[in-house]
């Protein structure tokens, strides 16, 4: 074989395999971004999204109870004691407002618990489900007419949990955008 004779079909050959390892690295980067893209649409979708809906809206919940009670200070202190008016409206805001959407909080948490962007659960998620399950006996007594608990040991962790929520989901929102294709065309 001459040396033209070579060059006339290794060039085409050598195109030709460029080609191939172009068209398939081309083919796998999108792969693997389409998959990242639905992985975080997932998280947002079924964890992340409904949290932030579920915190914020129990954190407005809780700014207008405390604006119609006893607004200063803590509910269950001592001095002067909330009255039997007071006791009762704090009964019926957790009962059908506050522990509806604690258990949702938690069941998401428990159930969508893969979701999660850590490698391990945040505190403030086992505190927030921790709670949850510890009110419920004092919700047990309630309807048994038994007053003597009215919170449990564990506080809710609304400042932590709030903020877990929003920067997760701000955080997951910015790696959505940057994997949508027409983002990722306007950065190459």
């Avoid at 258990?103 to 490698?119: F, G, S, Y």
């Avoid at 510890?134 to 048994?144: G, K, S």
Wanted: charged share 25%; hydrophobic share 45%.
């Amino acid at each position: 074989m001459t040396t033209v004779a070579a060059w006339t079909l290794g060039i085409p050959a050598t195109i030709a395999i460029v080609g191939f390892l172009a068209t398939y690295w081309s083919n796998l980067t999108l792969a693997r971004r389409k998959d990242r893209l639905e992985r975080v649409n997932e998280q947002l979708k079924e964890l992340y999204g409904p949290l932030l809906a579920l915190i914020s809206a129990a954190d407005s919940a809780w700014t207008v109870f405390r604006k119609d009670y006893r607004p200063d200070g803590p509910f269950w202190d001592l001095n002067p004691e909330p009255t039997d008016a007071e006791g009762d409206a704090w009964r019926l805001w957790i009962s059908t407002v506050f522990m509806p959407l604690n258990r949702q909080m938690r069941d998401l948490i428990v159930t969508k618990a893969h979701l999660l962007d850590e490698p391990t659960m945040p505190r403030c998620l086992l505190d927030l489900c921790a709670h949850v399950s510890a009110y419920e006996p004092i919700l047990v007594r309630w309807q048994r007419n038994d007053f003597l608990s009215h919170k449990p040991a564990l506080k809710f962790p609304k400042v932590e949990a709030l903020r877990y929520a929003r920067s997760s989901f701000t955080k997951l929102k910015t790696r959505q955008q940057d994997l949508l294709p027409h983002r990722a065309r306007a950065k190459a």
